[in-house]
């Protein structure tokens, strides 16, 4: 035996210590707010509020915390996501925009149009061998650009069926939206952690001339993860245009960053190779509790901007140094 | 020894545009039989060895497999007779842990639906891991950890275990023992003579003259591109390799 299993209570002051520490900062910031004003923060609604806020914006996190891992990024997010949403609108309005039949299809056609984004980004990076960063720079202001073109106006071509369900409906008395968001959170959470294709993941991100060494195929890989990240920027499309009913097109240019910021303070790193789908949902929830608890105590709420560049800055600096203590 | 060699390279010429990194390189180990691959930079070691194991395609020459003659198209190729290759760079993903790495790029699936999802079997790779470790004799501070948190002699140790796994007749060490401190080069160089008692064999390449000559039962010098010195294990002395490096001693027929 070379090794031994630590404890429950002392693995989880490791976790919480390590890697889990972003938990505590949200704890912190929920009970900050909870004691300020206890019945207007704590309350259902105001928990609902929250949680529809943060979901549309974690469904994009999810994909982004995949093509982080892997070492790279995606700034296109927030453009696939307007992009797919105009498709689905624009087919929807083709077929009446309305009834059930129009928005399944508006449903298949938003991720569908995500998807195609995503395996043009991983072609540019894998293929074409652009950085990432440029690659989804360009495809960001070509899906801007044609969704402007296509649309020339926001469309509102949204059926009441998928408003009024998938858009404010709630089911068990939870929003939808929500529900939707935490499923594609744990799919991709336990996806991450347990299956070949997470593994592989995290292997290129931690050293991709190992992985090709020991044959993982890279280039189909990092396709496969941009085509999943714009897959799901497209589901974000549809899950926007029904909670809205418009395309919102000017509304997401910093979505982008709102959701590395987001995977970054979850502790995926930057540089690839360590990555936590679900410690990126606490990182989701910290922006949205603090954009939510800071008007309730009346303040303004750009000081949320102020608090989320010091937590994304502390992130990185702490993943950074426990990066040198290794070496 | 049952007559041919376990590899043999012939007169192996290898250009790279208008470089000619080997020229007309011969080289051959037995079964079992640690053999030293050593010479100046820029001798051609690496890409012999490179060559041998399918990374690149020879120009010109012969390699013979257990006395037939054979081609590597690709790396998987070299590894499918037997060869596993252990790089100066340890092709390892630091941030994952000893079993993660055991398994890069083979890792087990586990059975019935759950693997056709692409579902990881951890227990089985994680228990040969500990299996595959303890047969060498190899000890880790903790198996979970990410390899970046192991010392460097733990992580070339991992590394020559996982060529040992895969590998069950030549292992192929490149410089196993340059980023190492005095009591982990003992440790590896003790490994590799475990890896000889298991009957593989393994050729390392090193700069080192004393460790070469604590775990070689021979060694090949190369210089400007071919062989040209061979010293068995009684004729192996610090000056013999040195002067053969050096050019100083040639023990083989110069090329017309």
Known sequence: ???????????????????????????????????????????????????????????????????????????????????????????????????????????????????????????????AKIPALVATLGTMGAAQGLSWIIAGEDLKDVPMELGDT?????????????????LVTVVGGVWLRSTRFGRHTLAIGSNVTASREMGIPIARHLISVYALAGFLAGLAGILSLARYGSTTISGHATDNLSVIAAVVIGGTSLFGGRASVFLTAVGVLIPASLENGLIMVGLNTFWRDVMVGVVLIVAVYLDQMGRSQRR | MSGAP??????IVKRFGGIEALRGASFSIARGEVVALMGDNGAGKSTLVKTMCGVHRPDGGELLFEGRTIRFDSPKAAQAVGMEIVYQ??????????????????????????????FLDKRTMRE??????????????????????????????????????????????????????????????????????????????????????????????????????????DRMTTEN????????????????
């Open chain 1, 1 to 127: 035996m070379t090794t031994q299993t630590a404890t429950p209570l002392s693995s989880l002051g490791g976790f919480l210590t390590g890697a889990g520490r972003i938990l505590v900062i949200l704890l912190i910031i929920l009970v900050a707010f909870s004691v300020l004003r206890f019945d207007s923060f704590v309350s259902g609604a105001n928990i609902r509020n929250i949680g529809m806020a943060a979901s549309i914006l974690l469904v994009m996190a999810v994909g982004a915390t995949f093509v982080i891992a892997t070492g790279g990024v995606d700034l296109s997010v927030g453009a696939v996501l307007v992009f797919s949403g105009v498709i689905a609108a624009k087919v929807m309005a083709a077929m009446g925009a309305e009834g059930w039949g129009a928005s399944l299809v508006g449903i298949l056609a938003a991720c569908l149009a995500g998807t195609a984004w995503g395996v043009l980004n991983g072609l540019l990076v894998a293929k």
């Open chain 1, 166 to 182: 998938v858009g404010v409906g709630d089911f068990l008395g939870v929003p939808m939206l929500v529900l939707i968001a935490v």
């Open chain 2, 89 to 118: 760079d340890l092709a390892m993903a630091p941030d994952l842990d000893a079993s993660a790495n055991m398994f890069l790029g083979r890792e087990l699936k586990r059975e019935g639906f759950a693997g056709r999802l692409g």
């Open chain 2, 6 to 11: 376990l590899l043999e390279a012939r007169n």
């Open chain 2, 241 to 256: 390799i040195v002067g053969a490096i050096t050019g100083a001693i040639s023990t083989e027929e110069p090329k017309q």
């Open chain 2, 128 to 233: 040969r891991t500990r299996n595959a470790l303890a047969s060498m004799q190899v000890q880790l501070k903790s198996i979970d950890a990410p390899i970046a948190t192991l010392s460097g002699g733990q992580r070339q140790s991992i590394a020559v275990v996982r060529a040992v796994t895969w590998a069950d007749k030549l292992v192929i060490m490149d410089e196993p023992t340059a980023a190492l401190g005095v009591a982990q080069t003992r440790a590896v160089l003790e490994l590799i003579g475990r890896v000889k008692a298991s009957g593989r064999a393994v050729i390392i390449i090193s700069h080192n003259v004393p460790d070469v000559m604590a775990v070689a039962d021979r060694v090949e010098v190369f210089r400007l591109g071919r062989r040209t010195a061979r010293f068995s294990r």
